[in-house]
């Protein structure tokens, strides 16, 4: 009976408590809690492991100041506080009326729930500015998202300053640890793990898309975490353009997230009676480490976000010649490059970049979105025919958003790209951006690419963005409405994709953006998978796909081998590149022209193993067993949904001393089972239960440098 009540209570993922002005939000694996204080403050009271009492959640309290320094407003924990009264925090709401008014305070007002989603309604104490913070709980997910609608309810314009999507505030106290991704182009999502203390850390984008440098993704824990053990809570921003990430510990032992748009260069005006929304920013707990903070994040994509749900099919294996032809593409090469990928089971051919306009280097053509005559004298149909005659599905690339000035398009149109009159414009890779934030703008791409689908009928577009911002001026409209650019830019973005893919149902797109500049749960919504990064160096790439891993599930992650020596000058041996690639969806981007009859068999034989193991890698769990950053031997396992099927895989970087690799205990199994184990070239191994796997560990035999082996575990 005892049990039943508890069961019974937690199923509910919103609950309230009328008489105590209290919410409890529950999901499978935490809840969170808030309350209205007697001022009308609307203040965080709980996050963390799950409850299922809502009376221990203690009611929100008005505290008394502590010194004419120190306000209340800055001891309490507020769920959205605005930039007024006594606030010098970081808030998540600052506005100028058009009077000069600054002063924003809002209160409680009214609240309503819709299933799993709880609509809060502040206002401002003047009844002119109201927000809305909209929670959705995924319950099963074990994930809460929240955004805000910023109202202009007054009769006067208001520019907002700053819009964030939420304030995440921890459990009061200190000796935290921040965890984030950094990076740069060729060298993205490197882990970081680093204290907190008093004062702010902001992991940000102001280039204009998400950016290489930092991924908008944190995770926070009481600095004892590690991979299976340790509270950590976490969060992730979905918006693709400008995004602002605040780390900050104030004076009173309170560690608070504040994310949302990016507060550099932002202004948004709202005329009376218009409203902004900020991006979803969803937030989690783990009780069980950073490997459960991430499968919790990949179980949401996979269910929630991915824009096919439950239903997106298995990745195909992608062959692509970007780093075999670069430009040099013509329907004679792409056709030769086709029949060796068939070969080797390739099921899906992607032609990048090169095919159209005056495009035979990155000087020109951007723009020009017509087949080259040259290179493909009718047209594309004749390659996308052979192409499906070999039974593979064909993919184009595309970099819609932007313009060589020695293109037509520019010649046409010089005022579409961003600028600022008089002022240079400033070329990166030879190109300049579209201002996709103009409505004439997009519908021109969206025409295009519609285009493009709609008359060669193929499956796929690899949609690639080559440079950052620069003079992001849109002269057409009014000096205070020209900062919209930065958000308007990203809308119209995510709707051309979303108007592609209602038309062309079996579309799929990949996100690109000089590899991983564009990856973040905005993105995710519209897009099968993402170009992980350009460096497809194999040991480089153990780190960045580390990374990767913290936040994205490996369905999304595109991984090619290529050709070797690569970045660094490295060379790996195939069957090395390929088990790392094989752990995301794999690719080829080699130059198969130039591939022995070896590398093809090699090929055609890891093509077909990852065929056997790619839903368990796609939709699994993934277990991150050891470490690049901390071992000279790496292990990541995956294991299937129902558990029973897992793959282990294994890399050696460097063997000394004659040492023995460390023993690889796998994770996830089922301790009654037993498994039958398979290496990756179909030798039979023992069997073994899941209990003795997961306590004694695997040993693989990795010797000298770049070593590397998979085992696969079959439930029997
Ligand atoms: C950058 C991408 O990341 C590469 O994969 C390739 O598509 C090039 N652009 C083509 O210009």
């Not at 808030?91 to 799993?116: F, I, M, P, Q, W």
């Not at 298995?314 to 090469?333: H, I, K, Q």
């Not at 961003?418 to 190109?431: A, D, K, T, W």
């Amino acid at each position: 009976m005892f049990l039943s009540a508890v069961a019974v209570v937690s199923a509910q993922s919103i609950q309230y408590d009328a008489s105590r002005k209290v919410w409890l939000l529950n999901t499978r694996v935490s809840s969170y809690a808030m309350g209205i204080a007697p001022d009308g403050e609307l203040q965080h009271l709980y996050w963390g492991g799950p409850l299922w009492r809502i009376e221990d959640v203690p009611a929100a309290k008005t505290r008394d100041d502590i010194s004419s320094f120190d306000p209340h407003e800055m001891l309490e924990a507020e769920e959205f506080p605005g930039w007024g009264g006594k606030r010098f925090y970081e808030t998540a709401l600052k506005v100028t009326r058009a009077d000069g008014n600054r002063d924003l305070v809002l209160h409680y007002e009214s609240h309503k729930t819709d299933g799993d989603t709880l609509s809060i309604t502040l206002k401002d104490i003047n009844n002119d500015i109201e927000a809305v913070l909209e929670y959705r709980v995924f319950a099963d997910a074990g994930i809460v998202s929240r955004r805000a609608i910023i109202r202009n309810k007054s009769n006067q314009a208001i520019t907002v300053e700053s819009a964030q999507s939420a304030t995440w505030n921890l459990p009061p106290g200190d000796g935290y640890r921040l965890t984030y991704l950094s990076g740069r182009w060729a060298a993205e999502t490197q882990v970081n793990r680093e204290p907190i203390h008093e004062g702010m850390k902001v992991l940000e984008s102001r280039l204009g898309h998400t950016g290489h440098n930092f991924n908008p993704w944190f995770a926070i824990d009481k600095g004892e975490a590690n991979e299976e053990h340790g509270s950590v809570w976490f969060g992730a921003l979905a918006w693709s353009g400008n995004w602002r990430i605040s780390v900050e510990q104030t004076p009173y032992k309170q560690v608070r997230v504040t994310g949302g748009f990016n507060t550099f260069d932002f202004a948004y005006p709202l005329k009376p009676g218009e409203q902004l929304e900020t991006p979803v920013f969803y937030g989690g707990y783990a009780a069980n480490g950073f490997g459960e903070a991430s499968r919790l994040l990949h179980g949401l994509e996979l269910s929630s976000i991915e824009p096919h749900g439950s239903a997106a099919r298995v990745r195909p294996v992608l062959y692509n010649s970007w780093e075999a032809t670069e430009f040099d593409v013509n329907e004679a090469g792409q056709t030769a490059l086709a029949q060796k990928a068939a070969k080797l089971g390739v099921e899906l051919f992607v032609m990048d970049d090169g095919w159209f306009g005056k495009r035979n280097t990155d000087h020109a053509g951007l723009g020009d979105w017509v087949v080259n005559p040259q290179k493909f004298p009718t047209g594309l149909g004749g390659l996308i025919k052979s192409v499906n005659a070999l039974g593979m599905d064909f993919g184009l690339w595309v970099e819609p958003e932007m313009v060589n000035p020695d293109s037509d398009l520019y010649r046409a149109h010089p005022d579409w790209v961003m600028n600022f009159p008089g002022r240079p414009r400033s070329e990166l890779r030879n190109q300049l951006v579209l201002n996709m934030a103009r409505d004439d703008v997009k519908e021109h791409i969206f025409e295009v690419l519609d285009k493009l689908v709609t008359t060669y009928t193929f499956r796929y577009f690899k949609w690639d963005m080559n440079r950052i911002f620069s003079e992001p001026g849109w002269p057409e409209v009014s000096a205070d409405a020209q900062r919209e650019l930065w958000v308007k830019y990203v809308w119209n973005y995510y709707e051309i994709m979303d108007r592609l893919r209602k038309n062309h149902p079996e579309l799929e797109i990949e996100s690109c953006s000089g590899g991983g500049g564009r990856i973040d749960l905005g993105v995710l919504r519209y897009v099968d998978e993402v170009w992980t990064s350009d460096n497809t160096e194999a040991f480089d790439r153990l780190q960045i796909q580390e990374g990767f891993s913290q936040a994205y599930a490996a369905k999304f992650m595109s991984a090619w081998v290529t050709d070797v020596p690569n970045t660094n000058g490295r060379s790996t041996p195939l069957r090395y590149r390929f088990l790392v690639a094989m752990q995301g969806a794999l690719g080829v981007g080699s130059n198969l022209n130039k591939f022995t009859d070896g590398d093809t068999k090699l090929a055609t034989q890891m093509v077909a193993l990852y065929k056997r193991i790619r839903e368990t890698v796609q939709f699994g769990s993934l277990y991150r067993l050891l470490s690049p950053r901390t071992n000279d031997t790496t292990a990541n396992e995956y294991v299937s949904k129902d558990g029973k099927e897992a793959v282990v895989f294994a890399f050696r970087h460097s063997q000394q001393y004659n040492t023995e690799p460390p023993t690889i205990h796998p994770q996830g199994l089922e301790p009654r089972g037993v498994y039958q184990l398979e290496l990756w070239d179909g030798t039979l191994l023992e069997k073994s239960s899941g209990a003795y796997l997961m306590e004694n560990g695997i040993h693989v035999n990795l010797r000298g440098d770049f070593d590397s082996t998979a085992v696969l575990l079959h439930g029997q």
